[in-house]
């Protein structure tokens, strides 16, 4: 087994609400910042064994399937990285 650590990115899809993104683009609009979008979104790391990179994605993925996003609303990305041990 080999230690990684996969990073799933969930944020509000295209159309759906975001009054968070909202609030914060015309805070920095005010600012002088030109925008021509901004989305939240929330980063959950999570470090785990797998037999592969390709395994830790497939976990990951199903994370985000089942908990971490809520397909209806939410897009997601999964990236996977080797993660360096104490002992190594």
């Known amino acids: 087994m080999t ?3 996969a990073t799933v ?3 509000l899809k295209h159309g759906v609400l975001d009054p968070e993104a909202e609030t914060t683009e015309r805070a920095l609009e005010r600012l002088g910042f030109e ?3 901004l989305r939240s979104a ?3 790391e999570v470090d785990l064994d797998a037999e592969s990179a390709e395994a830790a994605a497939d976990r990951a993925e199903e994370m985000a ?3 971490l996003a809520n397909p209806t609303i939410h897009d997601y990305e999964v990236e996977v990285a080797e993660r360096a041990t104490a002992d190594a």
Do not use: G, N
């Open 3 to 5: 230690a990684y650590t």
């Open 9 to 11: 990115t969930v944020r």
């Open 35 to 37: 925008l021509e979008d």
């Open 42 to 44: 929330d980063r959950f």
């Open 65 to 67: 399937e089942r908990l």
